[in-house]
């Protein structure tokens, strides 16, 4: 199982007024859904937000549906050795609907049946590297460029900044000295998971597998231990999910408008590597 033995207070649902929605990443073992279900949707209601974003454990799944949550992904590797269950609550009904679905699960079909292409080598004058706290204003600016709404500040420089303090390991592609794309690992050494995401690349840079290329230095960075190594990819777009894919993390589900990206309420495809089997080492940081 994952990791929910920690005090009650450390899962503390998380009030997301810039996605309208509560997130609760975990909670003590021993907790009981009929008590802690109720709780949050009142807490939902109370706080005028559209959505609960719960990850559960598998053996609560039916009692939590039971007051109206219901499942849109999982984290799970192999044999099921490490589980967590996405669920979602809907106060809002129409956050509940997805009029892109059907679209979004014709790209999933087509990302896995068209052959995979080796990727081609990094183009001359390209360069891949960590990146430290000197590269906020810059990592800021590329996520801003490239997205018009982001579901975290990252138009706020010192916002990512705190972030490399906090132990998330960026990684960005330059050309000459540039910044022309950037991703980023976010360990979890309490829930023993690592998101892989903030991939961005600006537009004359695109095609040249920068995301693949970077996302993979970031798996270096995380290695010989226990993380889940998962992604959230906008449902909307076959470019990163076919990277993902490629990459070979598997598809485990959907969250519905699940977040304010690019503009709007998006749905966000659950991706898992199949090597999840990582442990954080210290970040090795490149000087400017």
Known sequence: MLNTTSPVSFFNPITDERNK??????????????LFGPHLIHLALTRKLEKIWLWALPADISEFMQY????????????????????????????GHSHKLQAEINIIHNVRT??????????PGI?????????????????TRVFISYPSPVENPQYIRSLIQDGIIFAGALSKNQLVSVA??????????????????????????????????????????????????????????????KLGYSYQGCL???????????????????NSSVQLTTPRLVLP
């Open 68 to 95: 109206g949550f219901r499942i849109e992904g999982s984290l799970f590797r192999g044999n099921y050795e490490e589980f967590a269950v996405s669920l979602a609550y809907y106060v809002s009904e129409s956050r």
């Open 184 to 245: 980023a690992a976010y360990p979890d050494p309490i829930l023993n998971r690592c998101e892989m995401t903030d991939c961005a690349t600006l537009e004359d840079y695109r095609g040249l597998s920068l995301s693949e290329s970077l996302l993979w230095l970031l798996e270096q960075e995380v290695n010989n231990g226990s993380f889940i190594i998962y992604t959230l990819a906008r449902a909307q777009s076959y470019g990163m999910n076919r990277v993902f894919h």
């Open 21 to 34: 929605r509560l997130v609760v990443n975990g909670y003590a073992q021993g907790t009981k859904p009929s």
């Open 256 to 274: 519905i408008n699940n977040c304010h990206i690019a503009g709007s309420f998006e749905d966000m495809n659950i991706w898992v590597s199949s």
């Open 114 to 123: 068209v052959p995979l292409k080796r990727s081609e080598h990094l183009p």
């Open 127 to 143: 360069e891949l590297k960590l990146l430290n706290e000197s590269y906020a204003q810059r990592i800021s600016q590329i996520l």
